[in-house]
Structure formats: C-alpha cells, structure tokens
C-alpha cells in the first residue's frame, strides 16, 4: 500500500497524523508541501479525492495574509493562489489507494487504512 502524506514538519497535526501512521507500521511518502508545491492539477485532484472546495481547503488567517480572503475569487484564482502561497493549504493530507483524507483530527486518515 502506498500511502503519501502532503506534511508541514513544524505543523503539530501534521506530526502527530505522521506519528499516527508510522505507529501502524506505515513508512509514507512525504511531501514536504512548504518546499515543494503541488501544481495545479494535484491541487485539483487533491480537491476532488477530499470532495471540497479550494475555500475549504484553505487556512483562512493565512489566506487572508495572502490576499486570497476575497469572497469573490475563482476556483481557478484560489488554486492559482494555493500554489503560490502553499501555506494557505490545510494539513496534513494523507492520501491512499485513490482516497485522501485531512489529518484534522489526525485520526481522520484512519479511514483511508486497511
């Protein structure tokens, strides 16, 4: 099973979903999302396997820091802007087997394991 996790190292629910799934003997593939953005298509499909939207994915004191608190912005806007300021991003994501999930609380990725 391959498993992937899109982390933030200074993130504490990113740390303790890390924590979650190396305890269940899981060594995931780490994406360091801060350092290496998704595009925009693995934005999108991230959005898609979570089943929200680029607002509900978003960390709303550190989009509004990033100019992207507007109400009025496009889907497209907004995931431009993800990428750009990928700390606007929520995390952790785990992603598994098609299916992703969002470590809040970390022991939402739970679903996602066999």
Do not use: F, W
Request: with cysteine.
């Amino acid at each position: 099973m391959t498993v992937t996790i899109y982390h933030n190292p200074r993130c504490g629910k990113s740390r303790q979903t890390l924590a979650l799934l190396h305890a269940r003997g899981l060594q995931p593939q780490i994406v360091e999302y801060l350092k290496t953005p998704p595009e925009p298509a693995e934005l999108r499909r991230l959005l898609g396997m979570l089943g929200m939207t680029p607002r509900q994915l978003m960390r709303t004191k550190e989009a509004a820091e990033a100019g992207l608190g507007d109400l009025n912005l496009s889907d497209d806007a907004l995931v431009a802007g993800m990428v750009a300021h990928p700390i606007v991003i929520e995390r952790p994501i785990v992603v598994s087997n098609g299916r992703a999930a969002l470590g809040r609380p970390p022991e939402a990725v739970l679903a996602l394991l066999p």
